[in-house]
T-cell receptor
Framework: AQSVTQLDSQVPVFEEAPVELRCNYS??????LFWYVQYPNQGLQLLLK??????LVKGINGFEAEFNKSQTSFHLRKPSVHISDTAEYFC???????????FGAGTRLAVHP | GAGVSQSPRYKVAKRGQDVALRCDPI?????LFWYQQALGQGPEFLTY????????KSGLPSDRFFAERPEGSVSTLKIQRTQQEDSAVYLC??????????FGPGTRLTVL
């Protein structure tokens, strides 16, 4: 069975500092990996996805993630965060087919001035 | 509208009441998913439709939960005899087959 572990439930950071949100997955088959962002009282918005090809994936809002098969990780990074990046971030995995998503518990990113 | 819409956005029910939650997917999207998001948790899969066919309902927590999509467009998630543990945000997502899922804003259900 697939599962996703987000190692940090909360990450506080100062504005303009770099940030990394960690995600590890377990799966016995090939996977597709996603990062979603959820702002308060809103649905999920796709930040980026890894399907195949280059292991470094660039997404919206300056975020990027690197797929590391040997470490079964897909950590999300941004070199300089803004106050507006304060939100909940979810890592998710699917093995394809009709793309039922398995989500991690989420990481709350709090950007302070 | 261009996105997935859900109604109502907020629902308060007394324990034992039946509720119905509606999802309007993006026009032309074949696939429709329902997820349940408990407070402080990630979304968990409930059920999946391809057009009007419910192909996977393995995530429905009990037989009090029922979903339908009779014409392959709008979907309704019904919860009978609501319990306090049903309190959560219910998210709907739609996609063209095997593509990115677009999520609605969710319905926050509170059972008193």
């Amino acid at each position: 069975a697939q599962s996703v572990t987000q190692l940090d439930s909360q990450v506080p950071v100062f504005e303009e500092a770099p940030v990394e949100l960690r995600c590890n997955y377990s799966s016995s088959v090939s996977v597709y990996l996603f990062w979603y962002v959820q702002y308060p009282n809103q649905g999920l918005q796709l930040l980026l996805k890894y399907l195949s090809g280059s292991t470094l994936v660039k997404g919206i809002n300056g975020f990027e993630a690197e797929f590391n098969k040997s470490q079964t990780s897909f950590h999300l990074r941004k070199p300089s965060v803004h106050i507006s990046d304060t939100a909940e971030y979810f890592c998710a995995v699917t093995s394809g087919g009709y793309n039922k998503l398995i989500f991690g518990a989420g990481t709350r990113l709090a950007v302070h001035p | 509208g261009a996105g997935v819409s859900q109604s109502p956005r907020y629902k308060v029910a007394k324990r034992g009441q039946d509720v119905a939650l509606r999802c309007d997917p993006i026009s032309g999207h074949v696939s429709l998913f329902w997820y349940q998001q408990a407070l402080g948790q990630g979304p968990e899969f409930l059920t999946y439709f391809q057009n009007e066919a419910q192909l996977d309902k393995s995530g429905l927590p009990s037989d009090r939960f029922f979903a339908e999509r009779p014409e392959g467009s709008v979907s309704t998630l019904k919860i009978q005899r609501t319990q306090q543990e049903d309190s959560a945000v219910y998210l709907c997502a739609s996609s063209f087959v095997n593509n990115e899922q677009f999520f609605g804003p969710g319905t926050r259900l509170t059972v008193l």
